[in-house]
């Protein structure tokens, strides 16, 4: 019988249960919105779906948002034109929008291995500092 096959009974019931990979395993990365920051609470997650909770927590009153890019640059290296990231230069992986101030909302993304940059591309944020990197990785 394959390792990643099982059968149980019980009380004459068969279930027939697989083992899960590591891509199914349901990961959940906390993203916190600051004035001139955006803070994981980890930057290294398995391949698979990944469920960001991002939540605007940052003093200046300002709604922000979560951009996912996958690159191979630094998350300080992008190139900015009028106050914003040219998204379209890079494999966009997902957005949440419009995060009021105090307000949370998710975004559920497949991911591959590699690296990816996550950012507040409102104007004059992510030259504020409203970027962080996030390694996937086996």
């Known amino acids: 019988m394959s390792p990643?096959?099982?059968i149980a009974a019980f009380g004459g019931l068969a279930l027939l249960g697989f083992a899960a990979s590591a891509s199914d395993v349901p990961?959940?990365?906390k993203a916190t919105l600051l004035s001139n920051s955006i803070q994981l609470d980890?930057?290294?997650v398995k391949p698979g779906l990944v469920t960001f909770d991002v939540n605007n927590a940052s003093d200046d009153k300002m709604t922000?948002?979560?951009v996912?890019?996958?690159t191979d640059l630094a998350d300080g290296a992008l190139l900015v034109r009028k106050g914003r990231v040219a998204e379209e230069k890079f494999r966009k992986i997902g957005e949440v929008e419009d995060v009021?101030?105090?307000k949370s909302k998710k975004l559920v993304v497949k991911l591959a291995p590699g690296h990816y940059v996550l950012?507040?591309?409102k104007?004059?944020?992510y030259s504020m500092g409203m970027h962080t990197s996030l390694v996937v990785a086996p």
């Open 4 to 6: 990643f096959c099982q």
């Open 27 to 29: 990961q959940t990365v």
């Open 42 to 44: 980890t930057r290294n």
């Open 64 to 66: 922000h948002e979560l």
């Open 68 to 70: 996912v890019l996958k």
């Open 100 to 102: 009021a101030p105090g």
């Open 119 to 121: 950012l507040c591309n």
């Open 123 to 125: 104007r004059g944020h």
